[in-house]
């Protein structure tokens, strides 16, 4: 066995460990000292942008219908005649799974049956299942889901402010595609798909919980011998390629509107921004949440300005999503005033980046962010999160916490800079009448 890595974070008082299998599978544990309950999760790097790429089997390059990644999510949690979810629960452990824009994750939770909990999870994620009577079954069910979420305002104002941002790029389109994308998958499509970013060298194990860590990792290998012959052999690993088209540097549209039959109207306001590496995108991040409680909390004077004239009831948001592909910050908010709160939003995001940061006010907010963080420690939850937003972004497990400590008011102006007009893209979905 090779000897794991780790890291220490002295700041969350925690330790996780880290080893590559000799099939290329990443292994994380978070050693999490008397906690009962324990995490286990199987992901891959494979999320709904990664539509062209080259099969790993054939080498020919192959472009797939939209939403496959999340379609491939529900069909593998799925055993001949019997569901994971089902398959879980006899065993007494609770279960789940998610796909986003750039991975896929499987997971279960439980206080005493961790053993069992991953022995099985191991099983569904390695053994797929596609047949056209199951495939075709699964789009009327997704299509549904994806029906539902067209009628979600918070779902519209979101996506629409995505379409207006992308030209051309994957992100624009629901995670679950559409309608007619999903109607083109097959069983081919999904074991294409399964074979090429179903391999070891493109997925990753995170235990989070007090297992023992050299025993955690043999149970690991153990079981995914009964799946893999060559297990014992490393094997030749291929590199996975995959295309898209090159994204336009300007935005689609500058504003979309859309009416629906709700009472709240809502507001979406979206910069494009350049792609950066992982360890970049995750400092916009923190700095997205510095600046919402800066600029945009009930401590602020814009908030106070605006519930006083009864334009805002709750504090907007700012949030930044990044990955290799693509790149933005969103500013959300709600109002029956809604053209007025359009109106000041815009006027208040070109102020601030003016306007010199109370530093006093900066400094507060640091230590509450910092505070939080080490609060959050307990949660395992927000474990699994940074470590796979660390794997992903290929950069250390604790970067989030020493990127926090050592962020400055001069980080937080020079990223407003980069709201720029140009790049602005307005969504709004108001009620219908």
Same mark, same amino acid.
């Given at each position: 066995?090779?000897?794991?890595?780790?890291?220490?974070?002295?700041?969350?008082?925690?330790?996780?460990?880290?080893?590559?299998?000799?099939?290329?599978?990443?292994?994380?544990?978070?050693?999490?000292?008397?906690?009962?309950?324990?995490?286990?999760?199987?992901?891959?790097? *494979?999320?709904?942008?990664?539509?062209?790429?080259?099969?790993?089997?054939?080498?020919?390059?192959?472009?797939?219908?939209?939403?496959?990644?999340?379609?491939?999510?529900?069909?593998?949690?799925?055993? !001949?005649?019997?569901?994971?979810?089902? #398959?879980?629960?006899?065993?007494?452990?609770?279960?789940? @799974?998610?796909?986003?824009?750039?991975?896929?994750?499987?997971?279960?939770?439980?206080?005493?049956?961790?053993?069992?909990?991953?022995?099985?999870?191991?099983?569904? %994620?390695?053994?797929?299942?596609?047949?056209?009577?199951? %495939?075709?079954?699964?789009?009327? $069910?997704?299509?549904?889901? /994806?029906?539902?979420?067209?009628?979600?305002?918070?779902?519209?104002?979101?996506?629409? @402010?995505?379409?207006?941002? *992308?030209?051309?790029?994957?992100?624009?389109?629901?995670?679950?595609?559409?309608?007619?994308?999903?109607?083109?998958?097959?069983?081919? *499509? &999904?074991?294409?798909?399964?074979?090429?970013?179903?391999?070891?060298?493109?997925?990753?194990? %995170?235990?989070?919980?007090?297992? =023992?860590?050299?025993?955690?990792?043999?149970?690991?290998?153990?079981?995914?011998?009964?799946?893999?012959?060559?297990? =014992?052999?490393?094997?030749?690993?291929?590199?996975?390629?995959?295309f898209s088209d090159k994204e336009k540097e300007s935005i689609c549209k500058k504003e979309e509107v859309k009416k629906m039959?709700?009472?709240?109207?809502?507001?979406?306001?979206?910069?494009?921004?350049?792609?950066?590496?992982?360890?970049?995108?995750?400092?916009?991040?923190?700095?997205?949440?510095?600046?919402?409680?800066?600029? +945009?909390?009930?401590?602020?004077?814009?908030?106070?300005?605006?519930?006083?004239?009864?334009? &805002?009831?709750?504090?907007?948001?700012?949030?930044?999503?990044?990955?290799?592909?693509?790149?933005?910050?969103?500013?959300? @908010?709600?109002? $029956?005033?809604?053209?007025? &709160?359009? !109106?000041?939003? #815009?006027? *208040? &995001?070109?102020?601030?980046?003016?306007?010199?940061?109370?530093?006093?006010? +900066?400094?507060? $907010?640091?230590?509450?962010?910092?505070?939080?963080?080490?609060?959050?420690?307990?949660?395992?939850? %927000?474990?699994?999160?940074?470590?796979? !937003?660390?794997?992903?972004?290929?950069?250390?497990?604790?970067?989030?916490?020493?990127?926090?400590?050592?962020?400055?008011?001069?980080?937080?102006?020079?990223?407003?800079?980069?709201?720029?007009?140009?790049?602005?893209?307005?969504? /709004?979905?108001?009620?219908?009448?």
């Amino acid at each position: 066995m090779n000897k794991s890595e780790v890291e220490i974070c002295k700041t969350l008082d925690e330790n996780t460990y880290k080893q590559v299998l000799k099939n290329g599978l990443e292994v994380y544990i978070c050693k999490k000292k008397g906690f009962k309950k324990k995490i286990g999760m199987f992901g891959t790097k *494979y999320g709904s942008v990664i539509n062209n790429f080259v099969d790993i089997q054939t080498d020919k390059k192959i472009k797939v219908p939209d939403g496959i990644a999340h379609f491939l999510e529900h069909k593998l949690f799925e055993q !001949e005649g019997e569901n994971a979810l089902d #398959l879980f629960s006899k065993i007494g452990v609770s279960s789940n @799974a998610y796909t986003t824009f750039d991975h896929t994750v499987y997971f279960f939770e439980t206080m005493d049956k961790f053993e069992e909990g991953m022995k099985l999870l191991i099983k569904l %994620v390695k053994t797929p299942y596609f047949t056209d009577e199951n %495939v075709q079954k699964e789009q009327g $069910i997704i299509a549904q889901e /994806i029906k539902m979420y067209d009628d979600d305002p918070n779902f519209v104002v979101y996506f629409n @402010a995505l379409r207006a941002m *992308y030209n051309t790029n994957p992100v624009r389109i629901d995670i679950a595609g559409t309608v007619e994308s999903i109607s083109h998958i097959t069983k081919e *499509y &999904l074991y294409t798909c399964y074979n090429t970013f179903y391999s070891p060298q493109n997925m990753f194990i %995170v235990i989070i919980g007090d297992v =023992d860590v050299d025993g955690t990792i043999s149970l690991i290998e153990e079981n995914l011998r009964l799946y893999e012959s060559d297990y =014992d052999n490393k094997k030749e690993i291929k590199k996975i390629e995959t295309f898209s088209d090159k994204e336009k540097e300007s935005i689609c549209k500058k504003e979309e509107v859309k009416k629906m039959d709700i009472y709240m109207p809502q507001i979406c306001i979206g910069y494009k921004l350049d792609v950066v590496d992982g360890k970049e995108a995750m400092k916009r991040n923190i700095i997205c949440d510095i600046v919402s409680d800066l600029y +945009f909390s009930k401590m602020t004077k814009f908030y106070e300005e605006e519930y006083k004239k009864g334009i &805002l009831s709750e504090e907007p948001s700012l949030s930044y999503e990044g990955t290799s592909s693509f790149s933005h910050a969103l500013v959300f @908010a709600s109002s $029956i005033q809604i053209d007025k &709160l359009k !109106e000041d939003l #815009l006027n *208040y &995001l070109e102020e601030i980046k003016n306007t010199p940061i109370n530093e006093d006010m +900066f400094e507060l $907010i640091k230590k509450k962010k910092i505070g939080e963080m080490i609060r959050r420690a307990d949660s395992l939850n %927000v474990s699994y999160r940074r470590i796979i !937003e660390a794997l992903l972004g290929k950069i250390d497990i604790y970067e989030d916490v020493n990127i926090l400590e050592n962020i400055t008011k001069e980080d937080i102006s020079e990223f407003l800079k980069l709201l720029n007009e140009e790049k602005q893209v307005i969504s /709004i979905v108001r009620e219908n009448n």
